[in-house]
């Protein structure tokens, strides 16, 4: 069987030839047509993406807000799911423990209207109008939510926590998001993206913001506004004047825009000519005209026409009276694109310019065409003049908003001139965040359902030196197709499994930190659960050196929720989901 | 392409840097890197056009996720390969391009020396047949290894595999072409 095809000695390329082909500027083109939402460009955060830093203060400032009485729209939507109406694990995330999984969340939303959800830790979501794109627009749809400040719910949820280059995450806050309307899952409109604003509980700054991707089953950076309520107020303060500053220079430009439209159509206008007479070779009122025999092989421009007169141009220098003289010979001839007619007798002579006019039925056709011309001038000068004056109209709005915000620039620049006045800012919002009682935030705009994780890679511990005997206690050999290591000091969870068809004893190259607090957890091929502690080795000097050889694990009674038994293992017992 | 010079590789991770604030500054790197990853992607296929429209792809999509890009010992050039192996097998998904592989004569030589067999016109015949029916995988590695004359570090580099791991495959590789070549003898004798 043939899988592919081969050529043998193909002619070569050249690379001048190949460097022919280079086209940059094309490529930057496409890529500038398709390019990512302009929210997925990290650039978009620095210093070109200010509007997004406007967003998000906007959002940051209702978080502060909703948060300081977040209950009321919580019991608004709040509605806690029976665990049939959960959705199911995807390939990507798989509950470990058979029967447990963490609880969503539900809250019906209306895909019409702006909607905000404000969860128990402070977290928001705001869903723009028109950000979910749902069969049924008239039907609710409901957003299932569950977030994650403990390593025990993120474990028993069966998230991913494996990164590349051999590094698991430690998790500084995370939440999985889905959409569902009558068992379908709904999509997010990428132009319409979620706002949301996690609550982390360490510094974001040490952090980094990552996206599930559950197709490549794999974390992916993903970029956000960090926000720390604690910080100053100075900051926003400048965020938002250089957001208005943007706006003016925005507005200045619109403005500009405009006067160029408007400057382009009186360009426009002066160039249309409304339609003479003469174009179309009809004589005006009560002028001279002359019948005269020509031939017209002389003039093959003028011998389309049936019946031609001539029509005097009337000149300064013309004799009134010599229409009233007896001439023997009028003749005529052409001085450029003009007509000369030549009058002469015996005494004198006399020259005139003509031009050829239509009479009769090729007149009253000519006069037809003129007047349509005369219309379709009007009205085109018309289309003009409307669209100067709805310009106009629209260059007065926009007018009035810049003064609006050239007023209010210059009172937020009056209020941050006042050190006084920002100190009481600083003062009140370090209150607000103490009643309250939560920290940092991270901001991020999401494109679309999944898992978003505050994170930070943390490298898999070196293996020991010689492979791990597991037993359960009563030295029965256990046989364990995952491992986890939890260590409390890193806040990470390693995960180590079983080659599949190779058994429990593949797993391999297992260690951890000596001196960390560690929990190990173990799930065997019959479901059994296991785990076994090491703790308080810091001052253990008897350990420090010496290499762990076995593992004895405990036994879960199968009736107990593993949840609550890791959530007191690794001390998490206060912590929420 | 592996053997930069330190000031080089000073000035690529400024290219880089550089390209991650705007995407205009990508320019020196698609300058740079616009034949190898077009001779790349052309000697997987025989549509020279196309080939072209996949190495815009490629740049396009380099273009689109380079602030993922981070200097972790895997050299640009060989992320940029990772893309456009990305492009090229998903063109062949898509059924938008047939699968080639472009060999010149001279460099079956060196096939036929690893494999310890005589180069004749005969032999040729018989190795062509056999390297056909061999699996994506292993031909993917005996095509960079032996006709693109790529060094284990960079088949690794490209493929996410260790150096050694990029050897031990090709040698296996390698072996189940002789075992091809051998079955297409036999068959056609």
Aim: aromatic share 10%.
């Amino acid at each position: 069987m043939e899988n592919f095809k081969v050529n043998l000695d193909r002619p070569k390329i050249s690379s001048e030839e190949i460097a022919q082909k280079q086209n940059f500027e094309n490529v930057l083109n496409k890529f500038n047509q398709v390019k990512t939402p302009v929210y997925k460009n990290p650039w978009f955060w620095g210093s070109a993406g200010l509007a997004s830093v406007g967003l998000t203060t906007i959002v940051s400032l209702n978080a502060i807000s909703a948060n300081v009485n977040p209950k009321k729209e919580i019991d608004d939507k709040k509605a806690t799911l029976t665990k049939s109406e959960l959705p199911k694990d995807t390939e990507c995330i798989k509950a470990p423990i058979e029967g447990e999984n963490i609880d969503f969340k539900t809250y019906h939303v209306n895909a019409l209207k702006d909607e905000k959800i404000v969860l128990e830790s402070g977290t928001t979501i705001e869903i723009p109008k028109g950000s979910l794109l749902a069969e049924n627009k008239t039907e609710k749809v409901d957003i299932k939510i569950r977030e994650f400040h403990d390593k025990a719910s993120v474990f028993i949820a069966g998230i991913p926590m494996d990164y590349e280059n051999n590094t698991a995450f430690e998790s500084a806050g995370m939440i999985e998001i889905r959409g569902v309307q009558n068992n379908k899952e709904v999509k997010i409109n990428p132009k319409k993206p979620l706002e949301i604003s996690l609550k982390t509980d360490k510094n974001p700054e040490t952090f980094d913001f990552w996206y599930l991707n559950e197709e490549s089953k794999s974390w992916e950076i993903f970029p956000t506004q960090k926000q720390d309520f604690t910080s100053n107020f100075d900051e926003k303060s400048n965020q938002k004047s250089v957001i208005l500053t943007k706006s003016i220079t925005n507005k200045k430009s619109e403005i500009k825009t405009i006067n160029d439209r408007i400057n382009l159509i009186d360009n426009q206008l002066s160039k249309i000519e409304k339609p003479k007479e003469e174009e179309f070779k009809i004589p005006k009122k009560n002028s001279q005209l002359f019948d005269l025999d020509f031939d017209k092989n002389d003039y093959p421009e003028l011998a389309t026409f049936k019946e031609l007169v001539f029509e005097i141009i009337p000149s300064k220098t013309q004799d009134p009276n010599f229409t009233k003289k007896n001439w023997s010979d009028i003749d005529l001839s052409k001085d450029g694109d003009k007509y000369l007619m030549k009058f002469k007798n015996s005494r004198e002579s006399y020259q005139t310019y003509v031009r050829p006019v239509l009479k009769g039925s090729e007149l009253k056709i000519a006069e037809k065409k003129f007047d349509l011309a005369i219309e379709e001038f009007k009205a085109t000068k018309k289309e003009f003049e409307t669209k100067k004056v709805n310009l106009e109209t629209e260059k007065k709005a926009h007018e009035v908003v810049l003064n609006k915000l050239i007023n209010e620039e210059t009172r937020k620049n009056q209020i941050r001139n006042n050190q006084a006045v920002e100190d009481t800012d600083v003062k009140v919002n370090k209150e607000i965040q103490q009643v309250a009682g939560f920290s940092n935030f991270i901001t991020f705009q999401a494109p679309a359902f999944g898992v978003f994780n505050c994170d930070k890679p943390i490298p898999y511990p070196k293996a020991f030196e010689s492979s791990l005997a597991f037993l359960w206690i009563g030295h029965q050999i256990a046989k364990f197709k995952q491992i986890f290591i939890f260590d409390l000091e890193k806040n990470t969870r390693y995960t180590y499994s079983a080659i599949p068809n190779q058994g429990y004893e593949s797993i391999d190259n297992i260690g951890f930190h000596k001196n960390n607090d560690i929990v190990v957890v173990g799930i065997d091929f019959d479901g059994n659960v296991g785990y076994a502690e090491f703790k308080d080795r810091k001052n253990d000097k008897s350990k420090e050196n010496h290499n762990i050889e076995k593992i004895v694990f405990t036994k879960k009674d199968k009736s107990a929720s593993t949840l609550d038994l890791l959530k007191k293992l690794l001390n998490e017992t206060g912590s929420s989901v | 392409m592996y053997h930069h010079t330190p000031e080089k590789l000073k000035e690529e991770r400024e290219w880089i840097q550089e390209a991650k604030n705007r995407p205009e500054n990508f320019g020196p790197l698609y300058k740079k890197y616009h034949e190898p990853i077009f001779r790349y992607v052309y000697q997987r296929m025989n549509d020279k056009e196309f080939a072209y429209d996949i190495v815009s792809q490629v740049f396009m999509k380099a273009m689109k996720n380079i602030h993922k890009f981070e200097d972790r010992g895997v050299p640009f050039s060989a992320w940029l390969f990772r893309i456009a192996k990305s492009e090229v097998y998903q063109s062949f998904r898509d059924n938008q391009a047939e699968r080639y592989v472009n060999i010149e004569t001279v460099q079956l030589v060196e096939v036929f020396e690893e494999m310890e067999e005589d180069d004749n016109e005969a032999n040729i015949k018989y190795l062509l047949t056999a390297l056909k029916s061999l699996k994506e995988k292993d031909i993917q590695l005996l095509e960079m290894r032996f006709f693109e004359k790529r060094s284990f570090k960079e088949i690794g580099e490209i493929l996410e595999l260790t150096e050694n791991n990029a050897k031990v495959k090709t040698f296996r590789a390698l072996e189940k072409l002789k075992a091809n070549y051998i079955q297409s003898n036999k068959r056609i004798n």
